[in-house]
């Protein structure tokens, strides 16, 4: 399911499946698309960010067009202990290994891999502050 921002429609909560995974993506050509991200995360429970969150950053082969310094990005999944992907959606196979990639994480996120928890898979995610 697809949402544009935070808070979700209460109207449909009944509706709604279990949330396993949030995705924030971010244009990094757009500003207003950091700032959308950052005020939806105000509405994401504590608990997801133990490893169910993580933000894809699209755009990132327009490197002359870009309105957001990766560092901004970066930053964002250090302080909400979530990875953080980079891909140019315009690259077919860039575009379908990212696809790959998110489903795993789905998979893992939803419980459907044995032996792998979403906090155990995000911890393998970080990177060390030897690097």
Do not use: W
């Amino acid at each position: 399911h697809l949402a544009s921002s935070l808070p979700l429609p209460s109207e449909r909560d009944h509706l709604r499946p279990r949330i396993d995974l949030i995705v924030f993506m971010i244009d990094i050509t757009s500003k207003y698309s950091l700032k959308n991200v950052e005020t939806s995360l105000a509405y994401v429970d504590a608990s997801f960010f133990l490893g169910k969150v993580c933000f894809l950053v699209t755009g990132v082969g327009r490197v002359n067009a870009c309105s957001i310094e990766t560092n901004a990005v970066c930053k964002l999944g250090d302080t909400y202990c979530s990875p953080v992907l980079f891909c140019e959606l315009e690259l077919e196979g860039t575009r379908i290994a990212t696809a790959q990639r998110l489903v795993r994480m789905l998979g893992i996120c939803a419980g459907h891999i044995r032996g792998v928890s979403a906090l155990s898979f995000v911890s393998l995610m970080r990177k060390s502050d030897d690097d």
